[in-house]
């Protein structure tokens, strides 16, 4: 019983860590833009799909594979930015959020007309596929493992370049202001870009660590949808709460499916997502702003 327990807590971590990630882009680009990317599950499964190109036609190793998507989707991030996104500044939000499905829509659809692709599953394998550490008892797979390392990791360098570097420092002042930060010559339009390009670029390493743990097709940009609900019950525009929020999201997951009945699973993170919101609608780390009229 105990080895059941603590696989299956283990693996709600490790996709829990996926959902984080997801859920970090979310609030990146909405901190910096109040705008919510629907097509940020989109572009964590083509990054997935790019990993599994770069393995098939040269056989690079995985690491090579998975940096080169990660690359790639980051250039689509800011390729989005440029093309899609500057040409409606001034529109209405709700323009640029419709915008962002038509994108999801839009990806899903390129990526299902490719042959070989839109009709298949297909397995991206790690080095550590099918590998266990064993702890008595318990044996651990190291792909869950290597997920809540990696994630870990991306979390740790995302510190260091918000907190340490310039262009972390004035991608903040942007989220804090807009206006004051143009004022003292921080490039907003400039910062925008990197904002969705760093977005993608998380969301692109979400995909290639969610790939060993499950398969690769067309429908797993779907993800977003669970990754929304950690977005919102960690506190929409906390970065810290995004991943707590994934965590809590995995976990749900992860013992409903293995202990609850038949379909528990793909309901538990909506069940959570509207209990936060009546409860405690700012989030488990938003801050409640009350403004008198």
């Not at 930015?81 to 829509?105: H, Q």
């Not at 989220?175 to 998380?202: D, K």
């Not at 949808?225 to 525009?237: I, K």
Request: charged share 10%; glycine share 12%; with cysteine.
């Amino acid at each position: 019983m105990f080895a059941d327990l603590a696989q299956t807590f283990v693996g709600g971590v490790a996709v829990g860590c996926v959902y984080g990630l997801t859920a970090l882009g979310f609030v990146m680009i909405y901190k910096a833009t109040e705008v919510l990317n629907f097509a940020q599950g989109e572009l964590m499964m083509v990054a997935a799909f790019a990993a599994l190109a770069v393995l098939g036609f040269s056989g690079a190793p995985f690491w090579v594979a998975a940096g080169l998507a990660v690359v790639a989707a980051a250039v689509g991030g800011a390729a989005i930015d440029r093309v899609l996104l500057r040409p409606l500044v001034g529109e209405p939000v709700f323009a640029i959020i419709m915008a962002t499905i038509g994108l999801s829509y839009l990806l899903r659809s390129s990526v299902s007309m490719i042959p070989g692709w839109g009709s298949e599953t297909m397995s991206l394998d790690s080095p550590f596929t099918g590998k266990f550490v064993r702890l008595g008892e318990v044996a651990l797979s190291q792909d869950h493992l290597m997920a809540i390392v990696a994630t870990a990791l991306a979390c740790v360098a995302l510190y260091l370049f918000f907190r340490h570097t310039r262009t972390g420092i004035a991608m903040q002042a942007v989220s804090q202001n807009q206006l004051a930060a143009s004022f003292v010559g921080v490039r907003v339009r400039r910062m925008f870009t990197l904002v969705w390009a760093l977005s993608a670029a998380v969301a692109g390493l979400a995909g290639v660590l969610l790939a060993p743990l499950t398969f690769v097709h067309v429908n797993m940009g779907l993800i977003g949808l669970n990754a929304l609900p950690a977005a919102v019950m960690g506190g929409f525009g906390s970065i810290p709460g995004a991943l707590v929020g994934g965590l809590v999201v995995g976990l749900a997951e992860a013992f409903s499916g293995r202990f609850g009945p038949d379909g528990s699973k793909e309901i538990v993170p909506h069940l959570l997502l509207l209990a936060v919101l009546l409860v405690r609608p700012q989030g488990l780390f938003g801050v409640s702003l009350k403004r008198r009229v």
